[in-house]
């Protein structure tokens, strides 16, 4: 992608989650002038990985395949091994109408998606097979906001805002926005976009940024070229 397209979609993000009242913390607005000056107290925003990231799984059709997360709070997987500390993780995506998220299933994330505005999201669901295809055979189970649903494979699910679902760990998913744009919330444990993803078609998870102007702000992917503490 052109860094100029994403700083488009980042505009663009950031004028839709403000207009639900939802506010981002500070790191949000910072420059990559901002993140020069920046010591070692900002390394948690980069080490966790918080912040912008517009991903268009490497396929250059960002409208169709793709993605515009901002991580708000993130643990890191030692957390998760030792149970203390930052043990969870939450974001936002905004989801465009037919804008896919291909199928993945996390091996250690169990995450809540939230309709928390917009359109209708739709999801659809498969449980995975151990050499990580879709099952088609085996019924899905589900909590959809509390209530247990069991649904046949490859069932759409819908959320209307105020709506979520539980995504337990190997249970394939695809989502999409229907009608309008959708304004998603993602609770979660740790999150890991190194290592804890299993794409069905090999596929990137970030993009391949051309640089034709300078970043409005840095997608998650940048901290390491413009951020001196950054591992
Ligand atoms: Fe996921």
Redesign the pocket.
Known sequence: MKRSEVNTIIREADAFVKSFQFHLPPFAYWTPEDWRKKGPEAKEIADHKLGWDVTDMGQGRYHELGLTLFTIRNGAPENLKSGRGKTYAEKLLIVGVNQI?PF???WQ?T?D?INRGGGKLRIQLYNSTPDEKLEEGSEVTVSLDGVVHTLPAGSIVTLLPGESIT?PTGLY?KFWAEEERVLCG?VSTVNDDLTD?CFLDALGRFSDIEEDEPPLYLLVGDYGTYYLYAD
């Open positions: 998220t993945h299933f996390h994330k995450e998606i995504l998913h993602e993803n």
